[in-house]
């Protein structure tokens, strides 16, 4: 087995030398694509990113396969939410809401891509004063709309239907 001296690992053309050591230019990258999340994302656990890229394309990857739909809508929305607003999930299956966003408790609805319609049905005797409808289109894109529960129709009843449609898309 030979041994190569970093010298002949690393050289200007896949690394600098800096203040003793080498850094080479993947390592520089992956700290400005690191940044550049961090300012867009603000709130997000960065490390949850490539975790929510890789399900929204394995979902869409053995859609476009097979024709049918993985059951990850949910976990997808759940992970925009955590991305994009900064939700920290409550654990699995909590009764009363799915999240909170600061004090508010956040209930999540993922309008899936196979869905005829653009409604979410919400349960209003959860516990929550926020709802983040998530949108996955045919596409495979993602987007959200955060609601406040009080600039939410007034209904009867425990069930309210929502239409994406109905609320304007947040300022960009």
């Not at 030398?17 to 997000?44: K, M, V």
């Not at 891509?113 to 919400?122: A, D, M």
Request: charged share 30%; hydrophobic share 35%; glycine share 6%.
């Amino acid at each position: 087995m030979a041994i190569r001296a970093a010298s002949d690992m690393w050289n200007d053309d896949n690394a600098i030398y800096d203040d003793g050591e080498w850094i080479t230019w993947t390592e520089i990258n992956s700290h400005l694509e690191r940044q550049e999340l961090r300012a867009e994302y603000p709130n997000a656990d960065i490390e949850l990113i490539p975790i929510f890229e890789q399900l929204l394309e394995t979902a869409e990857d053995y859609y476009r396969h097979t024709g049918r739909h993985l059951q990850v809508y949910g976990d997808i929305g759940e992970l925009y939410a955590a991305i994009v607003h900064g939700m920290k999930p409550h654990r699995n299956y909590a009764q009363g809401s799915d999240g909170r966003i600061g004090n508010h408790l956040v209930e999540v609805k993922t309008i899936t891509p196979f869905k005829n319609s653009s409604t979410v049905c919400l349960n209003m005797k959860r516990n929550f004063s926020q709802v983040l409808i998530v949108r996955i289109d045919a596409d495979f894109e993602v987007r959200g709309k955060l609601i406040d529960r009080k600039a939410l129709p007034r209904g009867r009843g425990e069930r309210l239907q929502l239409s994406w449609d109905d609320f304007e898309d947040p300022a960009v």
